[in-house]
């Protein structure tokens, strides 16, 4: 997968939203899903390899990280691949916005790539689906950082 493959499937997105019906179907939650991945971690793959890859995660799935064995970590009842920026409100965003380019809408996806934490984390955040991603985080109380190597960075 490479960035013209992905600009395809933004420009498919852009169609869909364009379209008389603009239905939010499992064409474009997959096209969603394969972008945004794209933007996390380079390429497409399956949420266990994401989180295998993904550098950027919460304090708190950083340390259960260091304290479960790697299967166990990646299992979805410990850590979620999380959007910062719900994956609805930008489906939203493109709907609402009629000139919209596929340059920008690659940008929203790369500028919030999925975070990766714990599952109770991934509870506190279900309540603020309401807020920006920043202020979402802050009020579900939790710190992102980034993987330098092995040592955890807040950002």
Not at 65 to 85: A, F, M, S
Not at 120 to 138: A, D, Q, S, V
Not at 145 to 151: F, T
Request: some cysteine; overall charge positive.
């Amino acid at each position: 997968m490479n960035e013209q493959a992905i600009l395809r499937r933004i420009d498919f997105l852009i169609s869909e939203a364009r379209s008389e019906s603009r239905v939010k179907d499992q064409a474009v939650i997959y096209i969603m899903r394969t972008i945004s991945n794209y933007c996390t971690i380079d390429q497409d793959a399956p949420s266990s390899v994401i989180k295998k890859q993904n550098k950027r995660m919460s304090k708190g799935a950083y340390k259960s990280r260091k304290q479960l064995p790697p299967k166990e970590w990646v299992k979805g009842t410990n850590t979620i691949n999380e959007h910062q920026d719900p994956l609805k409100y930008i489906w939203k965003w493109i709907l609402d916005n009629k000139n919209v380019s596929r340059e920008e809408v690659l940008a929203r996806f790369r500028k919030w790539p999925m975070v990766t934490v714990t599952s109770e984390e991934n509870k506190r955040l279900r309540k603020c689906l309401e807020t920006r991603p920043r202020e979402r985080y802050r009020e579900a109380k939790i710190i992102v950082g980034q993987l330098k190597g092995k040592i955890w960075e807040p950002l």
